[in-house]
C-alpha cells in the first residue's frame, strides 16, 4: 500500500473464536477509500465472521481494526451510520410490496414521508424493479430480491458498503445487473468490501484481493498476483473416456502438477502455464488416453487455493463459519 493512501478499512490481528473453533486468527486488511476490494475464499473460511466484526455486528475477542477512521469497538454507532450491509439473504420483509419496503426503511432513517416514497421510486427505477414495484417481495424472482436487498442497503447512500456473496445463487443475467449496481455505487464514490468465492467475480470487480482461508489472509495484491502464483493458467482437459480419469490424473501430476477433479467425471483441470499444458498433453497422448478437448484457460479459485494451500477450495477439512 503506498505511503500516503487513504484507507476505508485497516485491520490488524483481528481474532474471533466460538468455543474451540477459531473462526478468524490474526486478519491483517488495508482497503484503500474509493475501490471494490475484494476478499476471497471458501465457505467456511472466516470471510463472514470478518465482515461481521468490522461493520460492528460482532466485536472480536482481540486486534483491532477501524472503519472510516473510527474504530469498531470504541466508536461502533459512529461506524453504522456510515456503512451498509448487505448479506447472503435478503433482508427485506416478503409480506410487503417492493415500494413498501422502501418507504419503511427511508422512514426509519429519517425521511419525511412524501421523502420516503420519493426516494422509493427513484431506487425502484435506478434498479429496474419498478414495474414490480406493488408486488409482494415474496413473489420476487431471486435476482429481484437481491436489486432490492442492495436498493434497501442505500436508501441513504453509504460511504463504505459490505457486499457478503451478493450473487450467491443468481442467474447469469441478474448476476450482471448486481455487477454493474456494484460499479455505479463505486463511480459516485462509495468503498465497496466485496465478499466472494467466485474468482469471476472479483475478476470483474474487485481493484484488490485479500484471500482468507482457515481465518487468516493467506495471500493479498491483485488478481494478476494471484493468477501468477499459479502461473500464467489452467489446463483444462475433458476426456473421451471418463473411465481413465485416474490414469490421466496421475500422469499429469507426475508431468504437470497437483490436479483439480471437476465435478464432470470425464474432466479434470491442472494449473499451468503454456509450456507446461504442452507438456502434459504430449504425455497424455503417449499413453493412449484419448482427449475430447483441451483448453489453457485463465485459472479458477480452486486452482489458486491449490496453489496457496495445497488443497482445493471446497475441501472437507475447512471449518466451519459458525457465525
Known sequence: MATGTTLAIEASGLRKSYGA??????????????AIYGVLGPNGAGKTTTIRMLATLIAPDSGSASVLGHDVVAEADTVRELVSLTGQLASVDEELTGRENLVLLGRLLGYSRAAARTRADELLEAFDIAEAAG??????????RRRLDIAASIVVTPRLMFLDEPTTGLDPRSRNQVWEIARALVAE?????????????????????AVIDRGRVIAEGTLGHLKASVGTGALRIRLLDGARRAEAAELLERAVGAVVLDPDPAALSVPADAERAAVGVAE???AGIPLAHFTLDQPSLDEVFLALT?????????QEDVA
Open 284 to 286: 497424455l497422448a503417449r
Open 21 to 34: 473453533t477459531r473462526a478468524v486468527d490474526g486478519v491483517d486488511l488495508a482497503v484503500p477509500a474509493g
Open 135 to 144: 408486488r409482494l417481495v415474496k413473489h420476487y424472482s431471486g435476482g429481484m
Open 189 to 209: 464514490g462509495t468503498t465497496i468490501l466485496l465478499c466472494t468465492q467466485y474468482l469471476e467475480e472479483a475478476d470483474q470487480l474487485a481493484d484488490g484481493i
Open 310 to 318: 495445497g488443497r482445493t477450495a471446497d475441501d472437507e477439512t475447512l
